[in-house]
């Protein structure tokens, strides 16, 4: 009931924050999710609906980050998202970070990237993440976190390493074409994390996938604040 109260004042406080933008230009949007009102709100959101995990992503820098700052990471966001959209086989979100600003998930199903039980990336996979690693290369003030998932066959052991290995397989293919490993993270998370219910196959084929996050770093907010970021 609680979260049914607060998640009500979320949206009633997102419908008027909308409301008020008459214009419908996609950079614009972007910004006004990555200024200090809409970003508030979708950390709000996310960390209810996530656990917490919503509002956990990128590395918080402390302070108060500014509406005007949020507007250009948002739209440098924008721009990357739209990028990454054009890749086959990704699903492209934009999300929250830690800092209350727009940053983008990128979901592989790891039946592209790998085949049944292995962490070796397929040919096919690694079209797709050169196209990655090419966009990447174009934002080098962010951050990338990438988390391995498995569905519940077998051990936790045997998933945890199973996640951290895949994980750790697109970690070195990026770096392998130019991603610095100083800007990237990984961690498995065995099948603890599931997005859909593992009774079925539909739902375990759901739940093996990389998730990979990109975070404005401090490189680039302290850009955005000084209104140097292009």
Sequence with gaps: MKNLKALTAIVLCATILLSSCSTTKNS????????AGGALLGAGIGA??????????GAAIGGTVGAG???LIGKKMDKQKAELEKIEGAKVETITD????????VTFDSGILFATGKSDLTAASKSALLKFAASLKETPETDITIYGHTDNKGSHDLNFKLS?????????FLTANGIATTRMTTQGKAYDEPVADNATEAGRAQNRRVEIYIAANKQMIEQAQQGTLK
């Design 28 to 35: 614009t949007k972007g910004g006004v999710i990555g200024g």
């Design 48 to 57: 209810m609906m996530g656990k917490g995990k919503g509002a956990a992503i």
């Design 69 to 71: 700052t949020g507007i």
């Design 98 to 105: 830690a800092n209350n600003l727009q940053a983008i998930k």
């Design 164 to 172: 951290n290995d895949r994980a750790s397989a697109v970690s070195s």
